[in-house]
């Protein structure tokens, strides 16, 4: 009998330990595999995250919140220049290039030299010139001589008529041929004292810097040639392209907010200046002119760089959220709300959330009515919970 009941007590000691060994396996595979809690986990379709986890993280509660929110109106365009910062040079006649010392990039001064032209035909123009100053002075003394005799009845009105056409048609072919030279930048002073130059120079306009250069040395260029251009990037600004049903809410001094998407994702500052009154057939647009309020970081753009901007027509009032709380899933956004709170954990529930314009680091929520007013949300360290969900 004894052996019977050792043996029965043998059997029932395997049996306890192999079930305590079973629920020691289960703990451990739910817990991480050394007792300890893990610090996310799934919870009836929601996230867990421990105490220890939400503070290591740093991670944050809060509400939705009234904010305002600026109601724009979006723009795109160029960072330009007005026309009189800008200068295309050309000659006033045609020639050979003889000297240019500037490279694309250059700065130059106004009054600069710029190119130096040559050709034969500019020794032509002064001799012209010279012919036309010399007959000048004899068709002057011989018109003063009629005058003279036509007020004493000495001569007939048919010689002194002639002596004036005579003068005053050679006294225009003068001065023109002179106002040719001084356009040449030939000084017609030289001229007359026996200075004559096969070669011609232009000068700079305006200062800036050089854009294009489209000559080289021993070139031949025509009067309706683009020899260069030059850029004063000391009055660049915005000009926009604005749609005509939106043209109604713009006004001068508005704010602009602007960026230069294929160099850089800073937002910059500017303001409206100049609304235009006609609109364009062929985009039904509106030009607008705004000008930059930080003027030290117009040093940082070139004429030309598209821009993408938004005018600050008004303002409105909206429920939103911090900006990192909501998480983009396949084009769908979502954030974490909390379920539960307990001594040593949190329990969130990720739902959809239908988003608006976000501006100062807050989002629009449009979808407030499936939320209620005390419900409070992961605001900091939301990221990467829902993207283990």
């Known amino acids: 009998m004894k052996k019977y009941i050792f043996k029965f007590i043998i ?27 893990s610090d996310s986990t799934a919870n009836n379709g929601g996230t867990q995250v421990s105490l220890a986890q939400f503070e290591g993280s740093d991670m944050e509660l809060g509400k939705m919140q009234e904010n305002t929110f600026p109601v724009t109106v979006d723009a795109t365009g160029m960072i330009d220049v007005p026309p009189e910062n800008k200068a295309i040079i050309s000659s006033f006649a045609d020639g050979y290039v003889k000297e240019t010392p500037l490279l694309i990039g250059d700065q130059v001064k106004k009054g600069q030299f710029l190119v130096s032209l040559e050709n034969p035909d500019y020794v032509q123009m002064q001799q012209d010139y010279l012919d036309a100053m010399e007959q000048m002075k004899y068709l002057k003394s011989e018109y003063d001589r009629q005058k003279a005799l036509i007020e004493e009845n000495i001569t007939s009105e048919k010689n002194y008529l002639k002596a004036e056409s005579e003068y005053k048609r050679n006294l225009s072919k003068y001065q023109s041929m002179r106002k040719k030279l001084q ?44 020899l260069m251009r030059i850029i004063d990037t000391d009055h660049l600004h915005l000009e926009l392209n604005v ?4 043209v109604m809410k713009l006004k001068k001094g508005q704010e602009i907010r602007f960026s ?11 303001e409206v200046h100049l609304v235009g009154t006609s609109i364009s057939e062929e985009k039904r647009t509106v030009k607008v002119h705004g000008h930059f309020k930080d003027e030290d970081k117009k040093t940082r753009f070139a004429t030309g760089m598209f821009v993408e901007a938004e005018i600050i027509t008004d303002q409105k009032n ?4 911090p900006t990192q709380s909501i998480v983009s899933l396949d084009d769908t956004d979502y954030v974490l709300v909390l379920q539960k709170k307990t001594d040593s954990s949190y329990v969130f529930k990720r739902r959809e959330v239908m988003t608006g314009n976000a501006f100062n680091g807050f989002t629009i929520i449009k979808n407030t009515s499936d939320f209620k007013n005390n419900d409070q949300f992961l605001t900091k360290g939301a990221f990467p919970l829902i993207k283990e969900e």
């Open 11 to 37: 059997s029932l000691s395997v049996l306890i330990v192999a079930v305590s060994c079973g629920n020691s396996e289960g703990n451990s595979k739910e817990t991480g595999g050394n007792g300890a809690k």
């Open 183 to 226: 356009m040449l930048n030939l000084n017609p002073k030289a001229v007359e004292n026996g200075t004559i130059s096969s070669v011609i120079r232009i000068y700079a306009p305006i200062a800036g810097s050089i854009t294009e250069m489209n000559i080289n040395k021993g070139m031949y260029v025509s009067a309706a040639d683009e």
């Open 243 to 246: 749609f005509e049903k939106d």
């Open 260 to 270: 230069i998407p294929e160099a850089s994702t800073d937002t910059i500052e500017g």
């Open 318 to 321: 909206a429920k939103a959220l």
